[in-house]
């Protein structure tokens, strides 16, 4: 049995040795070059001397960063991917709570990383130049077990603050068993890479393609923003396979691409993040009717997916999309307030239970203790579930259907966010008295309302991106006089959204 996923890297090296792994714009890497590499940078990084700590990696989308993750876990260490394009502000929240005993950055990034106060900086360019020391890493790997950390990533946090999913190697290897053996994947497939690696979506293609031999293509973020281009992208690297968020997929639509460039290679449409508007699915499948399309559903706290619907017939382009079944290997139970199990047709919180499911959240043990509890329906041995905080319902053909949020988290442009977080950002900009965000669902925004007449819509906006990333910017913000509340002293937020224009 493997119980990291180096042995699985390994064995996929020896069989596909000369094959493309992973590519990017400027370099393409090859299984046995990609895993040399690897192990170069987990040797110098031995002489940290320590093992089962966080190393930060600092580097843009690139093969850089993918055999930097690889050579942290070859040092015995495990991983968190830092934005290189977030404020310093919302990146030095992370470090607080992430404490890395080291950074590795690449010679592009170096200036930026050395504000990051690191007391151990590596640099990329440096490690892959150092001697493989077979020796260290296999005592290393002799002690390593499967549920150690392989890498911890941060989602956004209803404190505001960023909480950090761990993420063993034990749920990586389950989670990539199914996903490989469901969707077929195999030394065949191509991937075509939107994803950015600190989003849970990227594990299922990486380590996909790890586990089966497949080729991994980096596609160049900016042919996002011409889609011809990027439909010419995919058949020049004969790219079957693509997971996308559906944001990605509705531009490609919207803006008649797939009417000007066919796609004679692509035989598998993925997509995750947040819900896929019908209308612009219905031309993907008007166009690619041969194809696989596949709706996974999934916070990080289960590696990356716990329900999947397998597109089986048509749909009106006002209907929902069901969010599936449960994958093999996990369960979803769907638990009502009152701690009991909901009957078809009745509404629940979808729970999560199985080898999917993270180790908790990274140096915050109170928000682990509120999500990751005790089965309710299991009161004779231990047993963790995972609250995700979705309200579902299973229907007449015992799909489950997702209807929305127990609380303020909300899914835009791909990227889970809690609305808390951008609300904390907005409040500590001098001249804001107060602060509330609602989205509005209708036309996919995030609306902030404020108080505060010294500042003008402009400056805030420019105050908030120095804060913020780009996907969690307000989209429209509103100044108000004061705002409302309800009989609870509580604002409410139920009237700001019937304010928004």
């Not at 040399?36 to 843009?60: H, M, R, V």
């Not at 307030?337 to 109170?366: H, I, M, P, W």
């Amino acid at each position: 049995m493997n119980k990291s996923i180096l042995q699985i890297l390994e064995q996929t090296t020896e069989k596909y040795q000369d094959k493309i792994a992973f590519a990017d714009a400027k370099k393409e890497a090859t299984y046995e070059e990609f895993t040399k590499e690897a192990k170069q940078i987990g040797s110098e990084l031995t002489i940290l001397e320590k093992t089962k700590e966080p190393i930060a990696i600092y580097i843009d989308k690139t093969v850089a960063c993918l055999e930097s993750m690889m050579g942290v876990l070859y040092s015995g260490n495990f991983y968190t991917i830092l934005d290189t394009a977030s404020p310093q502000e919302r990146i030095q929240t992370i470090l607080n709570t992430l404490k890395p005993i080291a950074i590795v950055t690449d010679k592009k990034n170096l200036e930026k990383a050395k504000l990051l106060g690191a007391e151990n900086l590596f640099i990329y360019e440096d490690l892959i130049q150092k001697p493989i020391q077979e020796t260290k890493l296999m005592q290393i790997r002799d002690n390593m077990i499967d549920t150690d950390p392989m890498y911890i990533l941060f989602t956004s946090g209803s404190t505001g603050v960023p909480k950090g999913t761990v993420i063993s190697h034990r749920s990586v290897i389950a989670y990539s068993n199914w996903f490989t053996k469901t969707f077929e994947i195999n030394s065949n497939t191509i991937f075509g890479s939107q994803t950015p690696f600190y989003f849970s979506m990227s594990v299922s293609d990486i380590f996909g393609t790890i586990l089966t031999g497949a080729t991994f293509y980096i596609i160049p973020k900016m042919n996002f923003s011409f889609p011809v281009k990027l439909l010419q992208f995919l058949n020049e690297k004969k790219i079957n396979t693509i997971y996308w968020v559906p944001s990605a997929l509705s531009i490609v639509a919207n803006l008649k691409a797939l009417d000007e460039v066919e796609l004679p290679y692509l035989t598998k449409v993925l997509f995750a993040g947040e819900v896929m508007p019908i209308k612009q699915l219905n031309m993907w499948i008007e166009h690619l009717p041969n194809a696989v399309f596949a709706n996974l559903f999934g916070p990080t706290e289960t590696t990356d997916i716990c329900t999947y619907y397998v597109v089986d017939r048509k749909f009106k382009d006002n209907e929902s999309l069901p969010i599936g079944k449960h994958c093999d290997n996990c369960n979803v139970l769907i638990i009502k307030e009152d701690g009991t199990q909901a009957q078809k047709g009745e509404k629940g919180e979808l729970c999560v239970r199985g080898s999917f499911l993270a180790q908790g959240y990274y140096n915050n043990l109170e928000q682990t203790l509120k999500v990751f509890v005790q089965n309710p329906l299991n009161k004779s041995y231990p047993e963790i579930i995972y609250k995700t905080g979705d309200i579902v319902q299973e229907n007449e053909r015992g799909e489950l259907i997702y209807f929305s949020r127990k609380d303020f988290q909300i899914k835009h442009m791909g990227y889970r966010i809690e609305l808390g977080e951008i609300e904390t950002a907005v409040n500590a900009i001098e001249g804001i008295v107060l602060c509330a965000c609602v989205y509005d669902n209708v036309n996919s925004k995030i609306v902030l309302f404020y108080q505060g007449n010294e500042l003008d819509k402009k400056e805030l906006l420019e105050q908030a991106k120095k804060r913020l990333p780009n996907y969690m910017c307000p989209n429209e913000i509103i100044c108000l006089e004061k705002m409302p509340y309800n009989a609870n002293g509580k604002i409410d937020r139920k009237q700001l959204k019937e304010m928004i224009p």
